[in-house]
């Protein structure tokens, strides 16, 4: 079980940093929540990895539990990450509207040498 989380988190998280090296603005937010998606994956890995375990305390028995702090951190983090691709994706669209196009382009649009060439 373990094995498959943490080969889920490292996929997510590769497959997240290739799209945000894209060129575009779309993958750039695709690759941001597999980003978000990894760390909440590892984040909830981390309270132990327990089948049919309570994340309460009983003091009248000894069973194993969950850490409840995990699944709070992660529950916050969603919400976060909800609210920050909304605002990415809003500031995206309205580039996009007022370029006509979602390429991303560090140079100018006059220039069409690369960074660092003679002409």
């Not at 309460?56 to 992660?74: E, F, G, I, R, S």
Request: aromatic share 8%; charged share 15%; net charge negative.
């Amino acid at each position: 079980m373990e094995a498959l989380v943490a080969s889920a988190v490292g996929v997510m998280t590769a497959a997240g940093i290739f799209l945000i090296l894209r060129r575009r603005t779309f993958p750039v937010i695709l690759g941001l929540s597999l980003l978000t998606y990894a760390v909440n994956v590892f984040l909830f890995a981390t309270g132990r990895l327990a089948l049919d375990a309570p994340a309460v305390l009983n003091k009248y028995k000894d069973v194993p539990y969950t850490d409840p702090l995990p699944q709070a951190l992660v529950l916050t983090a969603i919400v976060i990450s909800f609210g920050m691709t909304a605002v990415i994706v809003m500031i995206a669209l309205s580039a996009y509207l007022s370029a006509k196009d979602d390429h991303i382009d560090m140079r100018g649009q006059n220039n069409t040498d690369a960074p660092g060439e003679d002409a």
